[in-house]
T-cell receptor
Framework: AQTVTQSQPEMSVQEAETVTLSCTYD???????LFWYKQPPSRQMILVIR??????QNATENRFSVNFQKAAKSFSLKISDSQLGDAAMYFC????????????????FGTGTLLAVQP | NAGVTQTPKFRVLKTGQSMTLLCAQD?????MYWYRQDPGMGLRLIHY???????AKGEVPDGYNVSRLKKQNFLLGLESAAPSQTSVYFC?????????????FGPGTRLTVL
């Protein structure tokens, strides 16, 4: 079974600085997707960025980028120029790409990293 | 286009009471999911559905039942609520296959069982 591990329960960053959140995963599959979701105090789950495992190029979305190391099974999130609005819980998630029914579409989540942004 | 909506947003139950959470999506997604979120444990899949009239168990299905009578709605039922079911419940939906690699989440329902 696949697992996702976030080893940093809490992180803190100064406004305008850069922070990196860590995520490792375990799988025997070669084709899958990885995601970072943001959950602010409103509880809404917001997709931040996604990566397809077969793509070697790291995904970027404005101030958010990932460092995807497939061999090491590592998927870290870098937030540049941190803003107060970035303060939230961040979840790393895995999804198989196997095309066998809805079960393979399920997301497997890590336990989250709570990010605080200091003014 | 409201996306994924959940009703109610908050609910307090007494042990043994029953209730139904409603999830609705207007994106014509085939797949729908119910997750629960507990402190320190991330989100875990309760039940899911790959289409109208079909449901299946996820990782933590005990104590819950689901139904999907219409494509746009996915109901989660608690027949006899227990304090261990105190949690935040999220519904999500997606397309099938590779087009469905992104799941869209509702705003969540905070349930407290006393």
């Amino acid at each position: 079974a696949q697992t996702v591990t976030q080893s940093q329960p809490e992180m803190s960053v100064q406004e305008a600085e850069t922070v990196t959140l860590s995520c490792t995963y375990d799988t025997s599959e070669s084709d899958y997707y990885l995601f970072w979701y943001k959950q602010p105090p409103s509880r809404q789950m917001i997709l931040v960025i996604r990566q397809e495992a077969y793509k070697q190029q790291n995904a970027t979305e404005n101030r958010f980028s990932v460092n995807f190391q497939k061999a090491a099974k590592s998927f870290s999130l870098k937030i540049s120029d941190s803003q107060l609005g970035d303060a939230a819980m961040y979840f790393c998630a895995y999804r198989s790409a196997a095309e066998v029914g809805g079960a393979t579409n399920k997301l497997i989540f890590g336990t989250g990293t709570l990010l605080a942004v200091q003014p | 286009n409201a996306g994924v909506t959940q009703t109610p947003k908050f609910r307090v139950l007494k042990t043994g009471q029953s209730m139904t959470l409603l999830c609705a999506q207007d994106m014509n997604h085939e797949y729908m999911y119910w997750y629960r979120q507990d402190p320190g444990m991330g989100l875990r899949l309760i039940h899911y559905s790959v289409g109208e009239g079909t449901t299946a168990k996820g990782e933590v299905p005990d104590g819950y039942n689901v139904s999907r009578l219409k494509k746009q709605n996915f109901l989660l039922g608690l027949e006899s609520a227990a304090p261990s079911q105190t949690s935040v419940y999220f519904c999500a939906s997606s397309y099938s296959g590779r087009r469905g690699w992104t799941q869209y989440f509702g705003p969540g329902t905070r349930l407290t069982v006393l």
